[in-house]
């Protein structure tokens, strides 16, 4: 833990207001996201236009960025897609933002899935709050045991704000443990300032002793009134609770229902006080307050005519419309009031904005007017565990094809695209089949492309598994010069991973050493393409003997005979097929591990091993070996056995002789 013993903070704000602060929304799809980040653009009085059905659907894929002014302070939200599909837009968005409010349901069963984005939030050192939503279907459940499955899943201590109140069963209010005030909810109206009732008092002394502990452990003032038992002020808990949440100590833990509007201002209070000033995260990335501009891209947008859009944070300084960065002029300078489109003339400090015409700068870039500004962090986009082959319905659209495919990946960055040398085919890669649909639907929409699909060859090899000669002539007389070449090959294999050797066992001159370099090429030439129709590997071959005319033989003739010998011999030599082999590292919560290692064995793996992930409480690796042509379509089949949470890496390991199921 960071934070200073006597509790202060980091950097002090401006005298005046605050700087622009962004807040990034995150939390699992369903846990109703969007629906908050709607509700806290109407309690700051900037409500979105209605989205039509059909954007609302496609708004779970990428992160949606709104401005607002609360209080005289700017803030920009980012609404960040829940499916772990888009988690790079995620880091993209955390990688940018102040705060972060994790957004959950009120169902411990539900916890694991917090777990990647508390570990994501650790990383990345980032401070942030997690709101319980629909807390009003909390029924008979108790706030503490959802606080307890989500501390299984987070390193950071998970701190109490508030105790729900409850009347007739259902959850109408809260008790703020630091000011020790109780309000009940009004839909559509603020909330009403009640006394705590009687029944609410042991347990609210309960929950703000534990608020206190937490809090006592950084903070020696308030340690010593908690040893002394002296009830805290509120200063004595705002002072500390500040602190720890601006240094990553602890999060806080606030709730409310996003769809009534229950708690929403509640949690505007929270980030208004508690969020980090932009200056202090430009710090906690390593850049100084004093030098030119800077801003950094976190996300690439091609929008039609408007051109190239690179969403940017500006960390210090102000960029101007028509200033050069990194090479590059800026064309137009956007902010999003109410997630609106609006052109303003520069921005600045903490601002969030689009800025067009950028042609050059990737998603990531550290943007400066000379350039050399040293790069900011920014998260690498995860390996694709998920791929599939493209191809244009029109041939004719194949140059068009390669320019959107480059678009398609400068707009999300996990998306691969790879032309396989072998096989010929243009593989899609990225994470999972809903993000590649997605891709192929935006080839579609944008670029006008039709394509089809299919799953991805196999780059099968063969080797054979016995020793084999065979004796071959070529002779061919044509008029004048003719050609004629005589050799007697041995074809033997070799240990897994050898490769290709060659062998001369001429004696006596029955070739001339001229010759010997040709047959050497022709027979490795020859393993391009084995009997089984696939390249040959880990075999040595060696020339016993043959026969030469002074006239006739050359290079050529001794390569032809050369290949005709190595034909036959590879077929008698007991050919077979090898498979590649996969090194597979499965991360899954442990309850779901003997899922994965029937899914794995069910797939022909050999299953290495199992751990405990270091660093995530609750999560398990399992090491496995996997043939390759059992891959394509695991991480669907992981997803559905561990309530979407299940991934995976992968690394090429060795061949092995292919087996049926």
């Known amino acids: 833990m960071s934070a200073t013993t006597n509790g202060t903070a980091p950097a002090s704000r401006p005298p005046g207001g605050a700087r622009p602060r962004a807040v990034a929304l995150i939390g699992p799809q369903g846990s109703g996201k969007s629906t908050l980040f709607d509700a806290l653009l109407a309690a700051a009085g900037s ?65 694991a899935a917090l777990a990647p984005a508390f570990h994501a939030l650790e990383q990345a050192g980032l401070p942030a709050m997690v709101f319980i939503n629909k807390a009003d279907a909390l029924g008979d459940g108790r706030m503490r045991d959802t606080i307890a ?41 603020p909330s009403e300032l009640i006394r705590i009732p009687d029944s609410m008092l042991p347990r609210e002394a309960e929950a703000r002793a534990a608020l206190a502990e937490a809090l006592a452990d950084h903070d020696d003032a308030l340690l010593e009134k ?53 200056v202090d995260t430009a710090a906690r990335h390593g850049l100084e307050a004093d030098g030119e501009p800077v801003a950094q891209v976190f996300r690439t947008l091609h929008a039609g005519h408007g051109g190239r859009l690179s969403f940017a944070r500006i960390w210090r300084g102000t960029l101007k419309d028509g200033a050069t960065v990194n090479g ?61 082959a493209i191809a244009n319905e029109d041939r004719k659209d194949d140059v068009r094809l390669s320019g959107a495919l480059q678009r398609l990946a400068e707009e999300d960055p996990s998306i691969t695209v790879l032309q396989d040398a072998e096989t010929g085919q243009i593989l899609l890669g990225g994470q999972g089949d809903i993000h590649i649909g997605h891709a192929v639907a935006r080839l579609a929409e944008a670029h006008g492309l039709r394509v089809t699909t299919a799953r991805p060859r196999i780059a099968f090899r063969e080797t054979i598994r016995q020793t084999a ?103 008698k030599a007991e050919p077979v097929m090898l498979e590649p082999v996969d090194h597979v590292t499965i ?20 299953i290495l091993g199992f751990a405990e992930k270091e660093d995530w409480p609750g999560w398990d690796e399992v090491q496995a070996l996997v043939p390759e042509a059992e891959l394509h379509d695991l991480i669907i089949e992981l997803r559905s056995q561990t309530m979407g949470l299940g991934t995976y890496t992968r690394r090429f390991d060795h061949l092995a002789e292919a087996r049926a199921r």
């Not at 996003?258 to 929403?264: F, I, P, T």
């Not at 991360?587 to 794995?600: M, S």
């Open 47 to 111: 409500a979105p236009p209605r989205r039509a059905d059909a954007r609302s659907r496609s708004m779970g894929t990428e992160t949606r960025l709104a401005h607002c002014v609360l209080m005289n302070e700017v803030w920009a939200l980012l609404d960040c897609p829940g499916s772990v599909e888009f988690g790079q837009e995620v880091a993209a968005a955390l990688a940018v933002a102040d705060v972060a409010v994790l957004v959950c349901e009120p169902d411990p069963a539900r916890a």
């Open 149 to 189: 499955a989500l501390q299984a899943h987070s390193r950071r201590p998970l701190v109490l704000r508030q105790v729900p109140i409850r009347e007739g069963g259902e959850v109408t209010g809260y008790v703020d443990l630091v000011s020790e005030r109780a309000y009940r909810w009004r839909r559509g109206e």
């Open 226 to 278: 908690v040893v002394e038992e002296t009830i805290p002020t509120p200063e004595d808990l705002y002072r500390p609770l500040h602190a720890d949440v601006i240094a990553g100590g602890l999060d806080p833990v606030l709730f409310g229902a996003a769809e009534r509007r229950h708690g929403v201002m509640r949690l505007w209070k929270a980030l208004r006080h508690d969020a980090p000033d932009p």
């Open 328 to 388: 590059g002029r800026i064309g137009g300078i956007t902010r999003f009031p109410a997630g609106e489109p609006a052109k303003v003339p520069e921005a600045g400090l903490g601002e969030v904005v689009a800025l067009g015409r950028l042609d050059n700068m990737v998603t990531g870039a550290t943007l400066s007017a000379s350039g050399t500004a040293e790069a900011l962090p920014f998260p690498a986009p995860a390996a694709p565990v998920y791929a599939l």
């Open 469 to 571: 000669r065979h004796h071959a002539r070529h002779r061919r007389q044509t008029g004048g010069h003719g050609q004629f070449a005589d050799v007697t090959l041995e074809v033997s294999p070799r240990a897994r991973g050898e490769g290709f050797a060659f062998e001369d066992r001429i004696v006596g001159g029955a070739i001339p050493r001229k010759f010997i370099p040709a047959v050497g090429e022709a027979a490795e030439d020859a393993t391009r393409r084995g009997p089984l129709g696939n390249p040959v590997v880990d075999i040595a071959v060696a020339l016993l003997d043959g026969a030469f005319h002074s006239v006739d033989s050359s290079d050529m003739a001794f390569s032809t005979a050369t290949r005709m010998a190595m034909q036959e011999a590879l077929a």
């Open 587 to 606: 991360l899954v919560p442990q309850d779901g591990t003997p899922a994965a290692q029937r899914l794995l064995t069910g797939r022909r793996g050999q």
